[in-house]
């Protein structure tokens, strides 16, 4: 395929749509040279809806590549609802970023506790938090970053078209009530929180709305063993509230390494949160008082009550955002979820349909909805059917402390190489050992034993991403563990672990494995 030649022939259809209204054809047409087109059906070579992660991503660089493109995304809110959204979707507005920046408030309430092991002493009147100036600094800096965002999809010069978008055909999707003719249509809508369905759920915050809290809870019961769940428990802990994170599973953390959800249970509990497992979530109601009580059941049969909860937050999953969006009409074949299903190019079963991100319910991380977004923009913009490539994603949960990973759990490893050779360590981090503070770190390497190629590696403690996005490069390009052995240590540092695990802690063997 001659891309030079490709992306010239799109250039110059630019100019020629006759459908397109004339506020979106500006701009886009002082650029390119008129000249006959090939596709004058079509007012755009790709039209997304949805301008999160993924649909941004998409769209910019398919822009970049030469295509025509426009997006539609949902008037701003801080809250999401089916009316409002925002340019820079989930991750921006109402995920990654303002969970990271509570987060960082929450620790320094950790850092100022701390200190005193240091010889800090906190003034005699104590600490105070403004929760307001808080919030209001959080959503002073969304408010630029979608502002940044915007100017991005300009300067690709991707048309912004704003409101909600529905698919009425393989090649048109109306946005309240105008009609754009695509070549292709990108969906790229993203998920909302699912409640669970019982008995006082309207009572229950999500996510959305623990990111908007007017003052921090005195009492929380978070529901839910995911990564929200933990991340908010630790930020509710952290901010003083008292904390009770409730979940079906005897552990949090459902798919991760088995080693790891025991050991950051375990610090879990010593950093303060109140863990109450194996239980089921019945109702919740409102006490003469205004604040909330719920009731928990356990398999047994067995209840139990907490009362005077400020707040209960559901982090039970999120579901795709496809409710009345006209895929299934148009043709496309979705999940039970709603998930729209696609192949490995994220081309759904209608040829002109891709979807990308948390909407094909495949990882739910940011990172992955921009791989999947930039390979959609290679296949429709350059001609060149690009994959994602879902091999050794690391992620990160922002709980207290850190989980970050990369590859195989231990398990997973075990089911697919049979024989893996397991490496661990655990220690009090330096900073804990005067600061008083019980959090210990975890570090585990997993091995194919027949390669001795890298294929895990996993940690809790302090940092954990920062260190882990390092590793996963290595893990990526298939180190071996001697490869990863000849390295030389950062010290004093918790990340030199990584390179200095010589003993073998156990060796897993498939006949062992399956005895
Ligand atoms: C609390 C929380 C914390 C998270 N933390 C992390 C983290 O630390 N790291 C990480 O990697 N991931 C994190 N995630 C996950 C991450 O936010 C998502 O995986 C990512 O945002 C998915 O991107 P997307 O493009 O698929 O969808 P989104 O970012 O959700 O974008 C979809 C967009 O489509 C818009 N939209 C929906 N329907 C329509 C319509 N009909 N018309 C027009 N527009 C529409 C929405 O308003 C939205 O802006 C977190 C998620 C949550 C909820
Ligand atoms: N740090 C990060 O990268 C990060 C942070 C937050 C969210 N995310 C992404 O967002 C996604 C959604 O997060 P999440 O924590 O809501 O989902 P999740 O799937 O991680 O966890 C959902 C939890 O709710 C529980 N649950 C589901 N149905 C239930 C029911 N009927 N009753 C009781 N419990 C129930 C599940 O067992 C699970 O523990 C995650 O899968 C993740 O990919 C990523």
Partial sequence: MNVAKLTSGLATRRCLRTVAPARLSRGLCTRVAASASSSGDFDFDLFTIGAGSGGV????????????????????????????????????????????????????????????GFGWSVPSEGLQ??????????RKELQRLNGAYKNTLNNAKVTLVEGRGRVVDPHTVEVDGKRYRAKNILIAVGGRPSRLDIPGAELCITSDEALELPACPRKVAVLGGGYIAVEFS??????????????????????FDEEVRKFATDQYVASGLHLHPRMTPQSVSRQLDGRLSLTLGHADGTTEVLTDLDQVLMATGRVPNTRGLGLAEAGVSMGPKGQVLVDEHCRSSVPSIWAVGDVIDRIQLTPVALMEGMAVAKSVALGQPT?????AVPSAVFSNPEIATVGYTEEAATEKFGDVDIYTTSFRPMRNT??????????????????QKVVGMHMVGAEAAEIMQGFAVAVKVGVTKAQLDSVVGIHPSAAEEFVTMRSVTRQVRRAAATA
């Fill in 57 to 116: 991503r998409g769209s910019r660089f398919a822009a970049s590549y030469g295509a025509k493109v426009a997006v539609c995304e949902l008037p701003f809110d801080f809250v999401s609802s089916e009316t409002r959204g925002g340019v820079g979707g989930t991750c921006v507005l109402r995920g990654c970023v303002p969970k990271k920046l509570m987060v960082y408030a929450a620790e320094y309430a950790d850092d100022f506790r701390h200190a005193a």
């Fill in 129 to 138: 938090h403004s929760w307001t100036s808080f919030i209001e600094a959080k």
């Fill in 234 to 255: 630790g930020i509710f802990a952290r901010m003083g509230a008292e904390v009770h994170t409730v979940f079906r599973q005897p552990l949090p953390l459902r798919g």
């Fill in 387 to 391: 994959q994602p490539d879902y091999w």
């Fill in 434 to 451: 005067v600061s008083g503070s019980p959090i210990r770190t975890f570090m585990k390497i997993v091995v194919d034993a027949a390669s």
